[in-house]
Structures are given as C-alpha cells and as structure tokens.
C-alpha cells in the first residue's frame, strides 16, 4: 500500500473543516464586535459593505529589486478585525508586502494607507504595526515577565501600568506559571506565547505575523493556530499573517489573498476561495484538485449560475458551474476536488457525471482512503471517500473496475 502526500491528507483536512471554520469565525466576530441594535445577528463580513472603511488599503503597490519585481501592483483592502491572511508559494512576493507595511522596506510605487493616512514616510517604530517573526526573538538574559514588559518600559509607562498590562498579557497566554522562566526553559510553544504576548503588549492597531508557526510540530501547530484564532476574537486586534501553509490559512483566516509572482490571483473566504478559485493556479494551490482538460460546449443558466458542458480529452461529455465566462468551442478545464467525486463498482442508475477506469492504488490515512484511479484515456483521478468500516470490510480494492460521479455543482469549469 502506498503513503499518501501530507498536502493530500491536508487538503482533505481543509476541505471538511473551511465552511465551518469560516462561519464559527464569522459568528465569533460579529458577537464580539459591538452590535447595531437593528441587525443584532448580523454577520462579520466588512469586505461585503460598500459602506466600510478598511484599516489597511495597498493602493497600487509595486517593489522592484533591481531586474526583479517582488510585488506587481498589489490593490487589496483589509478591515478593522479581520485575521488576514496572505498566502502562496516561496517568493511569491507575500514577505515584501509584509515588510512594506511594517516599514522595513519602502514601495517603489504605489501607497500603503493605514486608517487613510499615508505611512510610507513614517519610520517602523513610529507606526502602530507590532511584527511576530518566527524566529520570535526574544530576549535569553530576561524573563517571560520581562520579555513581554520590554516594549511597555521603553515606551515611558508608568510601574503600575507596565505590571498590570504584563500581567494582563500573562493571563491572555496563559503564562502565569512561566512568569518568571527564562526562553531557554520554555518549550517551542511556550515561546511562541511569549512573543505574541510582549508584540500585543502595547496594544498596536496591527499585528503582523511572518509564517509565526513554522517552528512548531505539525500537532503543536494545529492547537497554537486556535490559540491565535481565541486570542485575536478576545482582543479585536487586526492580524495579518504571512505563511505558505495552505492549511494554515484555511484554520486562522477570515479571509485568504493568495498570491503568486507578486500578484493577487484571488481574495476570498476559505470557504469560497476553495469552492469557488477563480484559475487553475488558485484551484491547484489550495487543497487537492482533479483537473480534466476539454473543450467547452453548450452554455446554459440554472438558479441563476452558469453551466457548461465540456467534451472532454477522453470523448466523455461532462458538466459543471461555469467559474467565470466560459465560451463555447474554447479550451477548459473542469476541476473536482476528490472527496465530492463517489466511487462504486456498480454502475449509478443515474448521474449527471460518470466514468469508469480501474484502481490503481489506494492511500489509506485512517479517516480516509484515497482511490487513483486510470480512466480508458490514461487520465489519472483522485477520488475520497471516509472509512466508515475497517479495512478488511472494504469492498474496493486494487485493480478493481469502478465507477466516478459527481454532481454539476460540485464541479467548476476554468478557462484560465
């Protein structure tokens, strides 16, 4: 039997927990931000208001390094509250926006406007901007106490001030125990508490994190990702993290800018951003997709969605939300992610999508099993399903003739 991919595993994670993760979010946000009396359930969607002001505007941002363009014109608003996260793969230019807002690097054009002012010519520690790197950086001759009490001394408070605020953060993090512990005594996710603590210490309108969780274990990552989630709803602090970790994103995140060779390709909530991508490269990036090359036929409206069908590379005719315009007789592709496609050895009675191939290998990682399976054309399709039974009661097994169908509406037809 073969191991399957960790980007498969969490991309099947992401994919059962981004709608949810998105709407507890979503209800935390709203029940903690104060509530207009007309609308007391309204939900925490500033980005949906064409009446809200956002705290972070990049307004047509370009860094150029020499011959290299690190950041192509970035536009993108981010509200008061959000936990933001910027997204993509190493190089993508996500770091440089970050530092241009820190104000360790200055734009080559373009405007960063934090609450509608211009901060390009305000220096890093002049600007309301606290910075977590992953590397946390504390201080190894002090105290948890005062690693966090660092920044409050250096800014003039008084004693009684910096000790309640300290211990106020100390509570926050749950370090009361380790006040008086040295780094080196701590554990990684102990640390991890520290840092955020002593960069949230004097309360700064933004804090930015750099991939703040790359140092830990991936079960250690997973629980400090809702730590950091708890923490930001309970103080309403505006966070931008900066992380390749697609899963990462889709946990911590109200909304996801995925980026790539210095572009925004898309902005959207983990749920839409993963249901909906608007390119081949945003449905490929986030979680696990099947992508099936064809050309694009008839063009019809239903509940007012668009649907097209696409003759696919193998002769097979299938069918799927259009994402985007989608014109007949054009080259497209359809993209299913593999935990909506079914599998069976029967033949479906009915179903608006179906082909048959043969397994070819099975990933099992517990709570589900991954089929690739070879189409008659030699087109290779991932398909999920959840072990509800031991493996010994499975009824699919290598070199086994089945069926794949999915529905239209889990599926989305991309030209680009």
Not at 110 to 126: A, E, M, T, Y
Not at 138 to 149: C, E, G, M, T
Not at 201 to 220: F, H, I, T, V
Not at 221 to 229: A, I, N
Request: hydrophobic fraction near 40%; charged fraction near 25%; charge should be positive.
């Amino acid at each position: 039997m073969s191991t399957t991919k960790a980007a498969s595993k969490s991309a099947s994670k992401s994919a059962s927990g981004a709608a949810s993760a998105t709407a507890r979010k979503a209800s935390s946000r709203a029940s903690a931000a104060p509530k207009p009396a007309t609308n007391p359930n309204k939900v925490f969607a500033p980005w949906d208001d064409a009446n809200a002001v956002p705290i972070v505007e990049f307004d047509n941002v370009r860094k150029v390094f020499g011959d290299f363009t690190a950041v192509a014109g970035v536009s993108l608003k981010i509200y008061p509250r959000e936990f933001f996260a910027l997204l993509g793969p190493s190089g993508c230019g996500k770091t440089t926006l970050l530092r241009m807002l820190a104000g360790f690097e200055t734009p080559t054009s373009g405007r960063i406007l934090l609450d509608g002012q211009d901060i390009s010519p305000v220096p890093p520690n002049k600007r309301p901007v606290n910075m977590m790197f992953q590397s946390y950086a504390l201080f190894p001759h002090l105290s948890v106490r005062d690693n966090i009490a660092f920044g409050l001394k250096r800014s003039g408070r008084s004693k009684s001030e910096i000790d309640d605020r300290t211990a106020e953060m100390l509570q926050l993090v749950q370090m009361n125990e380790y006040a008086g512990r040295k780094p080196h005594q701590l554990s990684g996710g102990q640390r991890q508490r520290v840092a955020l603590a002593r960069s949230l210490a004097k309360n700064p309108k933004l804090l930015l994190l750099d991939e703040p969780l790359g140092a830990l274990d991936a079960k250690l990552r997973e629980q400090t990702q809702f730590e950091l989630v708890n923490i930001q709803e309970k103080l309403g602090t505006t966070f931008i993290i900066v992380t390749h970790d697609q899963e990462e994103a889709m946990t911590v995140a109200t909304r996801i800018g995925l980026m790539n060779r210095g572009s925004l390709m898309q902005v959207a909530t983990p749920s839409e951003i993963y249901e909906n991508p608007n390119s081949r490269f945003v449905a490929d990036f986030i979680g696990d997709v099947n992508m099936i090359g064809g050309t694009a036929g008839k063009v019809t409206k239903r509940d007012g969605e668009e649907y097209a069908d696409v003759k696919a590379e193998g002769g097979v005719t299938l069918r799927a939300r259009c994402g985007g315009t989608i014109r007949s007789g054009e080259k497209c592709w359809l993209a299913i992610r593999p935990e909506k496609i079914a599998v069976s050895k029967a033949k479906p009675k009915s179903a608006a999508n179906l082909v048959s191939g043969k397994v070819l290998d099975i990933a099992y990682v517990g709570n589900l099993s991954t089929y690739h399976v070879k189409l008659a054309d030699g087109t290779l399709i991932k398909a999920q399903s959840a072990n509800r039974e031991r493996i010994a009661r499975r009824e699919i097994t290598w070199e086994d003739e089945v069926w794949l169908s999915w529905s239209p509406d889990a599926a989305i037809m991309l030209s680009n």
